[in-house]
Nanobody
Framework: QVQLVESGGALVQPGGSLRLSCVASGFTFSGYYMTWVRQAPGKGPEWVSTISNNEVNKWYAPSVKGRFTISRDNGKNTLYLQMNSLKPEDTALYYC??????????????RGQGTQVTVSS
């Protein structure tokens, strides 16, 4: 069965950096576009970034563009999100998710349990 397991979340000070990882199993990882989505307390899911299956195309939400970088290692079935210059408003539960079709945005058919990122001094 499809499994997505995130890790790397932590408490970090404003201006700090984190790298999130998501290990995928149960499907052909290299065949799918993958997405990061986040959800802050009391708010709905927010699309963060999407990467194409071959890593050629990447898309970012305006709120994170220039600070976050999405990448993947198809040989390791792993998706990454490098987050720099973190702000308190980046505090959220971050999920990786599999897109069922090519493209970018919030659409997904499977997602992981999430990893918590808290940005606070």
């Amino acid at each position: 069965q499809v499994q997505l397991v995130e890790s790397g979340g932590a408490l970090v000070q404003p201006g700090g950096s984190l790298r999130l990882s998501c290990v995928a199993s149960g499907f052909t990882f290299s065949g799918y576009y993958m997405t990061w989505v986040r959800q802050a307390p009391g708010k709905g899911p927010e699309w963060v970034s999407t990467i194409s299956n071959n890593e050629v195309n990447k898309w970012y939400a305006p709120s994170v563009k220039g600070r976050f970088t999405i990448s993947r290692d198809n040989g390791k079935n792993t998706l990454y999100l490098q987050m720099n210059s973190l702000k308190p408003e980046d505090t959220a539960l971050y999920y990786c998710a599999r897109r069922p079709t090519p493209g970018w945005g919030n659409e997904y058919d499977y997602r992981g349990q999430g990893t918590q990122v808290t940005v606070s001094s």
